[in-house]
């Protein structure tokens, strides 16, 4: 069974910085595809970043591009989020998430290009709150 722990959310001001962490427990190491989602208030939740353990690429959604980074620590078994030039905009739950094994071929879990499927992953996090006032 896969736990996925998130953690440093907070406040900051536009412009900020903040690094957000996952744990993850039970996750298959160097295989499928883990990243970042987030939802704000009224709005559906959106992949933010994915990373393709197995290849090393990675997904980012067009509106964090260039100013967050993605990254694993594969012996840790740890997700990051580095969050630069952080925007009001960018206020939202952030959840760490991941698929069942079962769907480590399908495309959207290798091809960089496909906007990540938010009903196709499995594993959920808690979420962690990041909230950036102006």
């Known amino acids: 069974q896969v736990q996925l722990v998130e953690s440093g959310g907070g406040s900051v001001q536009a412009g900020g910085s903040l690094r957000l962490s996952c744990e993850a427990t039970g996750y298959i190491r160097n295989s499928g595809c883990v990243g970042w989602f987030r939802q704000a208030p009224g709005k559906q939740r959106e992949g933010v970043a994915i990373?393709?353990?197995?290849?090393?690429?990675?997904y980012y959604a067009d509106s964090v591009r260039g100013r967050f980074t993605i990254t694993m620590d594969n012996p840790k078994n740890t997700l990051y989020l580095e969050m630069n030039s952080l925007k009001p905009d960018d206020t939202a739950m952030y959840y760490c998430?991941?698929?069942?094994?079962?769907?480590?071929?399908?495309?959207?879990?290798?091809?960089?290009?496909?906007?990540?499927?938010?009903?196709?992953?499995?594993?959920w996090g808690q979420g962690t709150q990041v909230t950036v006032s102006s």
């Open positions: 990373i393709y353990p197995g290849s090393g690429g990675t």
């Open positions: 998430a991941t698929p069942s094994p079962d769907s480590y071929s399908s495309s959207w879990c290798y091809d960089v290009r496909a906007v990540p499927p938010e009903d196709k992953y499995n594993y």
